[in-house]
């Protein structure tokens, strides 16, 4: 008699099921496929992004190696990664300082200043390079506004903007504020001794 009331139930449970499988099966199915194809996608997107990485390491070092390296990081620039572009694009801004073109030295750099898609720390780096890299035609006044936002921000920047703006006051006759620049300089707590140095003997300079 108990055999008969497993073989039941067992008839029962398998009927349920059935009728389970029918009335939510496919829902079943999708998920699971929906789970394969997220965790598919997810490696295969992950392949993706180490290829492209790999592939913009290889153009950015090639171009590195090329006699007109200028010209080899502008033609790879579309084929690098965000990062590899944006030190691609430093590295054109100082091949066009280094062969004297300053004035697209300076238009190289002030375009990564404003560039959204770098990070506010090169970002300050590239407009504080524009300073130094300047044609010796532009106005004080301009590159002096360019770094006053940097010389007030506590930062890696603000100690050579503070002497870059001390040498610009210099440049301009304007000797009370270069005493000021230098006095401001000197009186940071974090900065190279020979940044400190420097200011310390244009201060005895100035005053004397």
Known sequence: MA?????????LKRDQMQRLW????????????????????????????????????????????????????????DQLSPGYAMLAKFQIAAAQALAKDFAA?????LAL?????????YQQAALLLSVMNAP???STDDLATRLAVLESQAGPWQAMALEQ???????????????????ALAGLS??????????????KILDG
Do not use: C
Not at 113 to 121: E, G, H, I, N, T
Not at 166 to 183: I, M, N, S
């Open 3 to 11: 055999d008969i009331f497993d073989e039941v139930n067992e008839d």
């Open 22 to 77: 029918s009335r939510f099966g496919k829902y079943v199915i999708l998920a699971v496929s929906i789970v394969v194809l997220g965790v598919g996608g997810r490696q295969g997107y992950t392949t993706w992004q180490d290829h492209q990485a790999a592939t913009a390491a290889t153009a950015y070092h090639n171009a590195l190696g090329a006699s007109d390296l200028k010209t080899a990081l502008t033609a790879e620039l």
């Open 105 to 109: 030295a300076e238009e190289s750099y």
């Open 113 to 121: 200043s404003a560039d959204p898609a770098v990070r506010q720390l």
């Open 136 to 138: 010796v035609n532009r």
């Open 165 to 183: 703006a001390a040498g610009l006051a210099l440049r301009a006759g304007d000797r009370k504020t270069a005493v000021a620049k230098y006095t």
């Open 190 to 203: 974090d900065i190279p001794t020979g940044v400190r140095q420097r200011a310390s003997q244009m201060l």
